[in-house]
């Protein structure tokens, strides 16, 4: 995971024709986003969060140094002497998913202030989705506290809850289905969990089937407005897609990509002053400049799994009216875009130049 060099692409004149086309080059020199790894544990085991600094991260963007990749999973390690029970006739993955107390926890949760709930009792938990940042045991199922948990880790912006049927002791060929234990795991992310990303059903291990019930998922919709920036507006699965101007100038002052999670509206900001910065200290001949002065940042998702945090920086503000990309299809594959947000500039935020009107 690294930040682009932030002074090469402000230096690259930005030249993208309109409409705003998704940016292939820059999508391409990615790197792919760590998909979630979420060990199966015993309920002894400890949790793990990822931990993420954002004004450091800020401070990235603009020095154009590198992140450091910030994936702690631990590794679980288990006593693996016991497998001396077995399991009894009811320890069954069928009887598992089938579990009408977990039915009953899941549909019986509200979303907690704040929250939005995305989907309810599914027998899958979320992948593909961008940030994943750690996990915790809970002992009972509680949503609530699962959202207090994620308000403390900075950066969360939704996390999903589930029972999940895991293993006592870690299967092994004289040990291959040992009995079951119920462990409850809040999911922490640093992006919006999807209503349709709960497909991770579980997984085999030997002889031992790890499934997935009552699993909930909810979203923080509100989102921080970056210093000196205002006007946020949360344009869903579309991204704007500006003509040119009244007359005939194009506003689009190109595009920067973030794959290093949470989803951070502020890393956008960010780069959208350095570009002005830039652009100001470097005029053209006849001492014309640039500004940023509005920003459309989202989630870009290939195939449904998040690649990255997308950023394109306009010298003026667009209506909602303009987020007419609702993604595009390169081949087979399908890009589209979620939790998409505008900000303008507070001070300026300038509209269409009045010599039009
Ligand atoms: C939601 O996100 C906002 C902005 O990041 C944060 O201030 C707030 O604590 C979060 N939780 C709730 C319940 O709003
Ligand atoms: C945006 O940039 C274009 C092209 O340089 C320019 O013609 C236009 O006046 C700018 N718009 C504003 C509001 O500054
Ligand atoms: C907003 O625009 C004004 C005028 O161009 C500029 O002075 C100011 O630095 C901009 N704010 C940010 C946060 O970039």
Redesign the pocket.
Known sequence: MQYYALAALLAGAIASPLPQDLDWAAIDSLEPVPSADIPVVNAAAAASTVSYAPAQAATSVAAAVQADPTDVTPKVKRDNSACATTPTSDDTDSAFTSNGDFSTAANGASA????VQVYQNQAGSSQGIYGYMGYSVLPTYDVQQC?EN??AVLGC?SFNIYFERDPSVDPTSSCSNPPSETVIKCVYYGGPITSDSATNVGQWRDDFHVVIAGSNAYV?H???EPDGYSGAVFLGNSAINAPLDCNGHDTYMGVKLFDSAPFDANLCATACSAQSDYNRAHPDSDGYFQTCQFFNTYVLYENNVAVGQYCSLYNETWAPSYATNDGQYRGDDHYTIGYSYSFSNSTGGADEPTSCS
């Open positions: 907690p202030a704040g929250y959202s994620c308000d912006q923080n509100s989102i921080t």
